[in-house]
Structure formats: C-alpha cells, structure tokens
C-alpha cells in the first residue's frame, strides 16, 4: 500500500507521517517511510540542488528535477518495498509537483502534468493521501517559529504563491474524492493521528 502526506510548508504533515509509521511499526507492520525530494543518492543530490538558494533554477528545470528525483526514488525504493510487502508512506508526491510547480509557478496545463506524472511515476496511484490543510496565515506562523536562516528556497516563494498552492491541494481533493481526504491540520496532534490511524484501517487492502 502506498500512504501519502500532502500539505503546505508548515502543515504538519510530517509529524503526522512520522506518527502513522511508528503505529504502524508497533503493530509489527514492515513499513518504510519515505519524503520528497529525497532517498536514494541522486534524489538527495537533486534535493540539495533545489533547495539551496545559490543556484538558478527555472520554472520548468524545477518541475523536471524535481520529477527526476521522484523518478528515482520510486524505481530505487517505493516500487522494491511495495513488492516487499511494506506499507510505504511517503511525506509528498506527485501532488506538491502540481501544486507547487503547476499551481504555485504557474507552469500549470493540468491534463499534461496528470500525464507527465504517470510516466515518473511509472504508473504508481497512492491508495490513499492525506491532505492537511492549514491556513497560509497559519502555516507561515508556524515556519517563522524556525530559525529565519533555515527558510529553503521553496519557502521564499512568499504568501500569492502558498495561497495558489493550497488552493490546488483543495482543487485537487475535490476532483478527487476516493484518494485525497482533507483533514483539518489545525486540530490537536494526538485527534489528527487518531483520525489518520481510522481511516488507514478502513481502506480496501488494509491487510
Ligand atoms: P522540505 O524541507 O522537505 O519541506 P516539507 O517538510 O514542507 O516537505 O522541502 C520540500 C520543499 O519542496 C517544499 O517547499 C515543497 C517543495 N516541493 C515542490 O515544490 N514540488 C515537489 O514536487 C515536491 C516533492 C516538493
């Protein structure tokens, strides 16, 4: 089964990744947790690429590295777990590439990029993705409790573009409704894990 977390910076989608892996894992699940960008040696080179902020980067060259980046992560990692058996939950997918890259920089012809993420992905659905929605006023609160330095430059895009982004997240859950449950991200923790851990056990396939 393959579990993924989606939401703005500062959503709390990690913790609440990080929290379904470790229930998963106490009941003597095989799970394997995965982020984007990221994993193998060269998503975490391309993840270095683009978040730092010295290095130029184009609309498009952005969408590609970070699709390069997915690529190689579900031919590495995802795909090898999968047939392994593992539950993999993976902290963003496909969808922050059509947030971000065709909502957030604008790049966006929906129908084209729902097909360029068929071939990344080579095929790969989620059986299940969490959105957590937060406000951009909420999130941004949260991101400047960090360390200012800390800011990637993802997070420099400034608040026209998280409000794009999260306006496709929303746009997205609606168009669909089987894969993508929105959750309320500024409810507590602990109500959040519990909602996630309910709804994880009612899914087809949930062995
Ligand atoms: P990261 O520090 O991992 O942020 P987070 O914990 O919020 O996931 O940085 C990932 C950044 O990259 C984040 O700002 C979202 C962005 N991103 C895209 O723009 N497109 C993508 O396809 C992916 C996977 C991430």
Not at 132 to 155: H, L, P, W
């Amino acid at each position: 089964m393959l579990i993924t977390f989606e939401g703005i910076d500062g959503s709390g989608k990690s913790t609440q990744a990080r929290m379904l892996e470790e229930h998963l894992r106490s009941e003597g699940r095989s799970v394997r947790l995965v982020r984007e960008p990221g994993g193998p040696p060269l998503a975490e080179c391309i993840r270095s690429l683009l978040l730092s902020h010295d290095v130029e980067i184009s609309p498009f060259a952005e969408l590609l590295l970070f699709s390069a980046a997915r690529a190689q992560l579900v031919r590495e990692t995802i795909r090898p777990a999968l047939n392994a058996g593992s539950v993999v939950i993976c902290d963003r997918f496909y969808d922050s590439t059509t947030a971000y890259q065709g909502a957030g920089r604008g790049l966006a012809d929906p129908a084209w990029l729902d097909e360029f993420h068929k071939h990344v992905t080579d095929g790969l659905t989620p059986d299940r993705t969490y959105l957590i929605d937060v406000s951009v006023a909420v999130a941004s609160g949260r991101r400047s409790g960090r360390d200012e330095d800390e800011a990637d430059r993802m997070e420099s895009g400034g608040e026209n573009f998280f409000e794009r982004v999260r306006a496709a997240y929303l746009h997205l859950a609606e168009r669909e409704p089987a894969r993508v449950l929105v959750l309320d991200g500024t409810l507590p923790v602990d109500v959040l894990h519990t909602m996630i851990v309910e709804d994880f056990v009612r899914l087809p396939n949930t062995k």
